[in-house]
């Protein structure tokens, strides 16, 4: 299974990212070996992920959300079930 997923970083802000193994994703962001961007931000929760059979799936979704608003992502965060 492939994810892609968003996490909300200790400063309040969003991060999108794509991955094959999420849990392990999420561990290595809080522990400051994740993304660029997370590292300074941290601690790191994940707030919503979607499931795609292929890191294709995965990737493309990542990029649509990455064109999104930060309204919208909050929208798409608060429609969830997660």
């Known amino acids: 299974m ?3 997923y968003i996490l909300r ?3 309040g802000s969003l991060y999108t990212g794509w991955t094959n193994d999420l849990e392990k994703r999420i561990r290595t962001h809080n522990e ?8 300074s931000r941290l601690p790191v929760e994940l707030v919503y992920h979607e499931e795609f059979e ?3 799936e995965a990737m493309r979704r990542e990029w649509e959300i990455k064109q999104l608003t930060r309204a919208e992502k909050e929208k798409l965060i608060e429609m969830s079930d997660f």
């Open 54 to 56: 292929t890191k294709e």
């Open 32 to 39: 400051g070996r994740g993304g660029k961007y997370t590292r």
């Open 2 to 4: 492939n994810y892609t």
């Open 9 to 11: 970083c200790g400063d």
